[in-house]
C-alpha cells in the first residue's frame, strides 16, 4: 500500500509541476479548466494554502460564483495566520459577487478570527461603498458582543462606533437603515448611552438633510416615543434639530401633530419653548422671537456660555429663513453678523451674512459699514504678512467704495479717515 501511496503522489507532483508550466502559456478557453484542475490536485495533496493560491488565480481570471465558493471551502481549511494574508488578496474583489457568497466567506473567517472577520468587512466597504459589508460587519461585530468576555467588549464597542462613523458613501436610504439598526444595537446590546446619543444625533440629521419634509415629519410624528428613548439625557438637541424644519413644513396638520408631540416632551425636561399654544405661520414667528428674546436676554451677560450664544445664532438664522419682510430680515441679519464676529469670533461667517444683508437691499449704509468693520477685524486677526496685506487692501477697497458710493457727509468723512488710516498705518511700502 505504501508502495502505491508513493507512485500514486509522484504522479501528482509530476501532474502539478506540468500544469504550472503550462498555465502561463495556456489559451484562455484552457486556462481556467488548468487552475480548475491544478486546485484540485493541490487539495487532494493536503497542501491547503497551495490549493488557495490556485483558487485565487482561478478566481481572478473568471471571477464566477462558482470560483469563490471553491476558494471559500479553501480558505476554511488554511491556519489563522496565512487567512489574514489571504484575507488582503482577497479584498480586491469587494466590487464582485453577491451578498450571500460574502456573508458565507466572512462566516468561515468570523469562526476563526472575529475581529479580523469584522475589520476585513469594514475594509471591503471601503473599497466598494457598499452597505452589505457595513451591514456584515454591525451582524458579526453584535454577534462578539453576546459571546464575548466583558475584558473584550470595550474594545468590541470601539470596533462598533468605528463602523458606523465610517457610513457615508452610500445612499442616504441605506445609511439610515444601517444606523437605525445600530441605534436599536446600541439601546439593547451595546448599551452604551453616549455612542445612543451620538448616532442618535447622526441619524437625525440625516433624517433631516431629506427633500421631502412634510413626510419626515409625519414620519417622526408617528415614530416619537422611539426617537425620545434614543435621545433620552439629550431631549433638548432633538428639540433643537426638530426646531428647524418646523417653518419649512407646508401641511399644517402634519405640523401641529409634530407640535404637540415636542411640547410634550418640552413639558417633560422644564423646556418651555412649546407652551404656547401655536399652529400657524404667524405663531411660529412670535414664538421664534420670545425665544431670541429670552436668548438675547441671557447672552447679555459677557461670560454667558457658548451654547447660549449659539443657540441664539441658531434662532437668528431660523427667523430670517421664515421671515418674508427684507427689513425684518435685515434686522435679524445685522444681529447675526454681529454675534459670529464679537462674541463667537467667526469674522469670516459674519462677512457672509453681512453679504447676504447686502444683497437683499444694496444700498444699506449699515450693512456697508458693518462688512467694514468685519474685514478690518480679518484683516487685524490674519497672522501671515502677505494674507494680511492682501485683506488690507481689500478693507481698502471696501471703505473707498462707501466714499464714493454715498453722499451723506458723515458716512464720506468716517470712509475717508478709514482709507487715510489703513493707507497709513497698513499699505505703506506695499
Request: net charge negative; proline share 2%; glycine share 4%.
Amino acid at each position: 500500500m505504501m508502495f502505491f501511496k508513493k507512485i500514486n503522489d509522484r504522479r501528482r507532483e509530476n501532474r502539478i509541476t506540468k500544469i504550472e508550466r503550462r498555465i502561463s502559456k495556456s489559451r484562455e478557453e484552457e486556462k481556467g479548466r488548468l487552475l480548475y484542475e491544478l486546485w484540485n490536485l493541490k487539495r487532494g495533496k493536503g497542501d491547503n494554502e497551495g490549493a488557495m493560491k490556485a483558487a485565487l488565480e482561478r478566481l481572478a481570471f473568471l471571477k464566477d460564483p462558482e470560483s469563490f465558493e471553491d476558494l471559500i471551502s479553501t480558505f476554511e481549511k488554511i491556519d489563522g495566520s496565512s487567512k489574514n494574508s489571504f484575507a488582503r488578496e482577497i479584498e480586491k474583489f469587494a466590487c464582485e459577487f453577491d451578498r450571500g457568497l460574502w456573508e458565507e466567506f466572512i462566516s468561515v473567517f468570523f469562526e476563526d478570527q472575529p475581529e479580523a472577520a469584522i475589520k476585513f468587512a469594514l475594509s471591503c466597504y471601503r473599497i466598494s461603498s457598499k452597505a452589505l459589508f457595513a451591514e456584515i460587519a454591525l451582524k458579526k461585530l453584535e454577534n462578539a458582543v453576546y459571546n464575548e468576555e466583558p475584558d473584550r467588549l470595550v474594545r468590541l464597542r470601539e470596533m462598533y462606533i468605528s463602523a458606523i462613523s465610517e457610513v457615508g458613501e452610500i445612499s442616504r436610504v441605506e445609511q439610515l437603515r444601517l444606523l437605525e439598526r445600530a441605534l436599536d444595537s446600541s439601546k439593547s446590546l451595546i448599551q452604551d448611552e453616549q455612542l445612543l446619543s451620538n448616532l442618535a444625533v447622526k441619524y437625525i440629521d440625516l433624517m433631516l438633510s431629506g427633500e421631502d419634509l412634510d413626510g419626515i415629519a409625519k414620519k417622526l410624528s408617528g415614530s416619537f416615543d422611539r426617537f425620545v428613548v434614543y435621545f433620552k439625557g439629550n431631549e433638548v438637541t432633538l428639540l433643537d434639530k426638530l426646531d428647524l424644519i418646523l417653518p419649512k413644513i407646508e401641511e399644517e396638520e402634519i405640523k401641529r401633530a409634530l407640535i404637540e408631540k415636542l411640547r410634550i416632551l418640552g413639558q417633560s425636561i422644564s423646556d418651555k419653548r412649546y407652551d404656547s399654544d401655536f399652529s400657524g405661520e404667524s405663531d411660529y414667528l412670535e414664538f421664534l422671537k420670545k425665544s431670541i428674546a429670552n436668548y438675547e436676554f441671557k447672552a447679555r451677560k459677557r461670560d454667558s456660555g457658548e451654547e447660549i450664544l449659539r443657540k441664539l445664532a441658531s434662532d437668528y438664522e431660523r427667523i430670517i429663513d421664515s421671515l418674508e419682510s427684507p427689513e425684518e430680515k435685515l434686522l435679524y441679519i445685522r444681529k447675526l453678523g454681529a454675534l459670529l464676529r464679537d462674541r463667537l469670533e467667526e469674522p469670516y461667517k459674519a462677512l457672509e451674512v453681512f453679504e447676504e444683508g447686502l444683497r437683499l437691499k444694496a444700498d444699506d449704509i449699515s450693512l456697508w459699514l458693518v462688512k467694514g468693520m468685519t474685514l478690518e477685524k480679518i484683516a487685524r486677526n490674519e497672522s501671515d504678512p502677505v494674507k494680511a496685506s492682501i485683506c488690507w487692501k481689500r478693507t481698502y477697497n471696501h471703505y473707498h467704495a462707501i466714499a464714493e458710493t454715498f453722499e451723506e457727509q458723515e458716512v464720506k468723512l468716517t470712509a475717508i479717515e478709514k482709507c487715510a488710516t489703513i493707507q497709513a498705518e497698513r499699505l505703506t511700502g506695499v
